[in-house]
């Protein structure tokens, strides 16, 4: 499955019960003027996949992965959400500005939202099922 991805996309691996994370994929997905960017639940076979691939503690991955088949990189946490953001339209290009923040700072403020995420946005009972039309945005099933 992971080798399914094309080596020209980026696959964008976030928490599919997670209202945030899937409010912010529908922003990014809305955004992504030059189809870069594929997406997958943390909790879907390439998502597993992913984290296995990468020694990702599993108890540990409740944020956003950037996985970039062409490079063999996995970004996390804040680098990955504003990489993501480097690939998408002007202004939102700009927010790359803070990946100059040193990550420990960025994590910092990633981990207190992340934390409180649920609490703040709420959570699913399920992961969230894309449209048929965005269907083909998407890669992996649940198990």
């Not at 003027?33 to 108890?59: C, E, R, T, W, Y």
């Not at 996390?76 to 504003?82: D, E, G």
């Not at 910092?108 to 269907?135: H, M, Q």
Request: net charge positive; charged share 20%.
């Amino acid at each position: 499955m992971i080798n399914d991805i094309p080596k020209h996309k980026k696959l964008i691996l976030f928490d599919g019960v997670c209202n945030l994370c899937s409010s912010s994929v529908q922003y990014v997905i809305n955004h992504d003027k030059n189809n870069v960017f594929m997406f997958a639940a943390l909790q879907s076979d390439v998502g597993k996949q992913v984290i296995k691939h990468f020694n990702v503690d599993p108890s540990k991955t409740d944020s956003i992965l950037l996985y970039s088949p062409q490079n063999e990189t996995l970004k996390i946490k804040s680098t990955a959400a504003l990489h993501a953001a480097k690939s998408l339209d002007f202004p939102l290009q700009l927010l790359s500005i803070f990946l100059i923040i040193p990550t420990f700072i960025r994590n910092w403020v990633y981990d207190f939202i992340a934390k409180n995420r649920y609490k703040w946005y709420g959570k699913k009972e399920s992961c969230w099922i894309p449209t048929p039309e965005l269907k083909a945005k998407f890669i992996g099933k649940l198990n």
